[in-house]
């Protein structure tokens, strides 16, 4: 695993998702909906391929690739996450 | 009512926030783990997460099945093993990727619904009670028409 990577802190708890899921939105899109459930997706993943690391001994450094970029990626979604939490003022 | 478990660390979080989804469901517990869960409810639907159900889940399934008259496990992961996934393969079972919202959940067990709504009569009166309202018949066959799905 790579020493210089440096983890992206997260955002949002697992219940600041599990809100956003059920949030009803003003945004007729229901984008927010949507977007909490795709940063879950990306956290899901981010946890999955990091025990990968642990268990798939001959493939660490690939495993420790995908979970490095699915943690770039979902850092870049929470971004976008949290912006559109501030325009439509939610409160979580 | 159909009497639901809820077992995870987030499902509470999805009831505060959208508590009229689950209408004619009772939410007869509420848990972060297998731990918490209240077996003596006797709930007829049980949705949780798949971490909940610890390494070896096909056994710990056969046994809620074995020690509760559960009509429909829900189990919800966010990613997991295919030889996982197949083990849990059960008509009683339904497997669901991803973070789930109530809706969602609830449409999954909607035929137990109706037929709770079936079983009640209309307005939750018990099927024995006569009806207030003036009963309507389907013009063609006759049979008596469902009313009270609205509720859903």
Redesign the interface.
């Known amino acids: 695993m790579s020493q210089e990577f440096q983890v992206p802190e997260r955002l949002y708890s697992?219940?600041?998702?599990?809100?956003l899921?059920?949030?009803?939105s003003a945004v007729k899109c229901e984008c927010p909906?949507h977007l909490?459930?795709i940063v879950?997706?990306l956290?899901?993943?981010e946890?999955?391929s990091k025990e990968c690391i642990v268990e798939n001994h001959d493939d660490a450094e690939m495993h420790a690739l995908l979970w490095r970029e699915t943690a770039r990626a979902r850092a870049i979604m929470e971004e976008a996450l949290t912006k559109l939490v501030a325009f439509e003022g939610f409160e979580l | 009512m159909i009497k639901l478990a809820l077992i995870g660390p987030h499902w509470k979080a999805q009831l505060d926030q959208n508590p009229h989804e689950l209408r004619r469901i009772e939410v007869v517990s509420l848990s972060d783990d297998l731990d918490g869960f209240d077996r003596s409810a006797l709930p007829h639907v049980v949705a949780l997460d798949l971490d909940a159900l610890g390494p070896q889940p096909s056994k710990e399934v056969e046994q809620l099945f074995s020690v509760l008259n559960v009509e429909l496990m829900i189990i919800r992961y966010d990613y997991a093993r295919r030889e996982v996934l197949h083990s849990l393969q059960d008509p009683r079972i339904r497997l669901l990727q991803g973070s789930v919202s109530l809706a969602s959940l609830k449409s999954q067990f909607m035929s137990l619904i109706v037929r709770d709504i079936l079983n009640l009569g209309s307005d939750d009166r018990p099927s024995s009670e006569p009806s207030r309202r003036k009963d309507r018949a389907c013009p063609r066959c006759g049979a008596p028409l469902i009313s009270g799905t609205a509720a859903l």
């Open positions: 697992g219940d600041q998702l599990a809100r899921v059920e949030i009803a909906n909490s459930q879950s997706k956290v899901g993943f946890d999955y």
